[in-house]
């Protein structure tokens, strides 16, 4: 990935829906045209994520496996 | 010289471990102090059923300061500063309290203003005031759409409003309402649970009851002027009654205090429950960021692991048990019909078949809870 992100999310070792909610806190806080990076080691972030991302009309910029921890990158659009 | 363990909080969490640990301890050795500023004490579950004036809410309150055994000192006040380099915890009337041990049992707090709108129309059944303003709502209610749901996550009991779903399906069919009335439910997840397999279950009798879920929807705001509710992912519902658990938060004291995450909660240890380095300073119940529940079933176990922990210790034994994020608690899934769910940090919850007896262990709750578990004999 060469994007670089605005806002690192390290959620590391937080469970369900844990992750999530910090992308959201994040979005809350970010202007448009950011993008945010969450990190997760919950495999339901994976799922979880990309669906509020699409259901909130954000942009998905990618879903990655780290070195065992999951990378989801969204981009703020509205 | 005995050791000092001093518990801030007096509600479910505080209460359970200072009884609990006066029996596994001599009062010679341990001296246990609890410090809050609660009059009554409050069986939160409760509030479900007082909603549908289905039980008496004065069986769900009882004075707080009659609930401590024998032997733990209760101290009435406000605490206004917790400071654990200097082991010093200060109070509204001006007390400095020291401490060998000290357990932050400071539950978390409702914040309706981070919803504009929310006050003016919301309602909940989460502390006994609201419980009784909500019961005036649903005797007075003669059809319509409702919303029900939680604003954020986390909020205590998570299964609380399933729960009132459930008994407000059965409520408006014996009161012939049901044809006149759209139940909506909406949750801020990608199902109607945060733990995907009692999710299902919660889904599945919720499709069988005629019940509308919305999911992936966290509040933004609310506008009774048109009553409706706006979440952030850009859907609306209307409403001519709106049941919303409000968001919760820590403690402002624990923020105040330097002890806190951005919400508000505590950062302990998932296994030990101690804060960050102090090997005596620990924190239980509502007041954690732990990924377990908010709930007295919760603090229950927690208040198990910790007070025979601290007992050990004090008596010069090691201990080596850890707390495994245990939770177990009853809930409703309609009218005599119940679930018990018993999970931990690597077991998730099995939900597999309502029944009647289960129903009735939480029916009996409160007085199981007054009489044996906040005493610290179960």
């Not at chain 2, 609306?236 to 919303?244: F, K, R």
Request: aromatic share 12%.
């Amino acid at each position: 990935m060469d994007v670089k992100p605005d806002r690192v999310i390290d959620a590391r070792g937080s469970y369900c829906p844990g992750p999530l909610m910090e992308l959201i806190k994040a979005y809350k806080q970010a202007k448009v045209g950011e993008i945010i990076s969450v990190y997760s080691t919950d495999a339901g972030t994976k799922k979880d994520a990309p669906a509020w991302i699409s259901k909130s009309g954000q942009e998905l910029v990618g879903v990655f496996d780290r070195n065992g921890y999951y990378e989801i990158v969204m981009k703020k659009v509205k | 010289m005995a050791s000092k363990v001093l518990i801030v909080g007096d509600g479910d969490a505080g209460t359970i471990m200072a009884n609990k640990l006066r029996f596994h301890t001599d009062i010679k050795d341990v001296e246990i102090t609890v410090v809050g500023n609660s009059k009554e004490h409050y069986f939160k579950p409760d509030g479900v059923h007082i909603s549908f004036s289905m039980i008496d809410y004065k069986r769900s309150v009882k004075p707080t300061e009659f609930l401590f055994n024998y032997g733990v000192n209760y101290v009435r006040d406000e605490v206004t500063r917790i400071d654990v380099a200097d082991k010093t915890v200060s109070t509204k009337s001006g007390r400095n309290l020291d401490y060998d041990y000290l357990i932050i049992a400071t539950g978390d707090r409702f914040t309706p203003e981070d919803i504009p709108g929310y006050e003016t129309d919301a309602k909940h059944f989460y502390d006994l005031p609201h419980a009784l303003e909500l019961q005036k709502e649903i005797k007075s209610f003669k059809g319509g759409k409702i919303v029900i749901g939680q604003a954020s996550i986390p909020i205590m009991c998570p299964p609380a409003p399933y729960e009132f779903t459930f008994l407000l399906e059965e409520y408006l069919n014996f009161h012939g309402l049901k044809d006149k009335t759209e139940i909506h439910y909406i949750y801020p997840l990608n199902r109607v649970f945060t733990i995907p397999n009692v999710s299902d279950f919660v889904a599945k009798r919720m499709e069988e009851r005629g019940i509308i879920t919305h999911t992936l929807f966290n509040v933004e705001s609310v506008d009774p002027k048109n009553k409706k509710i706006q979440s952030l992912e850009g859907e609306s519902i209307n409403y001519d009654l709106l049941v919303l658990i409000p968001p919760h938060r820590g403690q402002k004291v624990i923020t105040d205090s330097g002890l806190a995450d951005d919400s508000g909660y505590i950062d302990v240890d998932k296994y030990k429950l101690n804060y960050k380095d102090y090997d005596n300073v620990f924190a239980i119940g509502d007041a954690t960021n732990l990924p377990v529940s908010k709930a007295g079933a919760t603090a229950h176990f927690q208040s198990m692991y910790l007070s025979n922990r601290i007992a050990s210790e004090t008596s010069g034994n090691i201990y080596n048990e850890l707390y495994e994020g245990d939770v177990a608690c009853t809930t409703v899934t309609g009218y005599e019909k119940g679930v018990t769910l018993y999970f931990n940090y690597n077991k998730p919850p099995k939900a597999k078949f309502d029944s009647k007896l289960d129903y009735f262990l939480k029916w009996q709750s409160a007085d199981t809870f007054f009489s044996s578990m906040v005493r610290g004999v179960a």
